[in-house]
């Protein structure tokens, strides 16, 4: 996914807790749900020792509209009641970009 | 690490190819040596269907200079001609950031 700058990021780093009973549910849902957001554009995962999901928006309306939608609302809460120890939420301006593919 | 915004993050999102030899050894030494850096805040990575290192930094400068590092300069070609199948690096200034940490 090459956009034209700027857009947005919003980058997700976690570190779980031990019960992570109903999280790949959520996870799936909510990002099957933030695909269909006006203004997304994109978002890439990955976990090991520290989770990191970054999440790509046209602008910082379609980030905030996100973050308040109501199902997300509660996705947030359970994250923070049950999920995670931790966790930690960069919001930036995505102003240049490059990329590689080899041949 | 929660910083005074703005600062800048580079996030380096890749998938590899299947030869990965000598590519845990070099990740390894440019972490050390990416810490070594004026203006260099943190790291982060994850890697696992796909690989996410997001690196902060104080200043654009910094980052151009991290980029043209002779030691890394030699990392990045590696990369090209060896292990990576596709990478894409973004440039971004991270304007605003929150955290949680479970009580």
Known sequence: MTKI?????VIFT???NENTEGYSEMAEKMETLAK???GFLGI???RDQIGITV???ESLDAIKNWKQHSEHLLAQQ???TQWYNWYHVRICKVEREYDFKST
Chains 1, 2 share one sequence.
Do not use: C, F, V
């Open 5 to 9: 700058t700027p857009y947005y990021a």
């Open 55 to 57: 999440s790509y928006w």
């Open 44 to 46: 890439e995962s990955a």
């Open 14 to 16: 976690s570190i779980q």
């Open 78 to 80: 359970k994250g923070r």
């Open 36 to 38: 269909s957001q006006d």
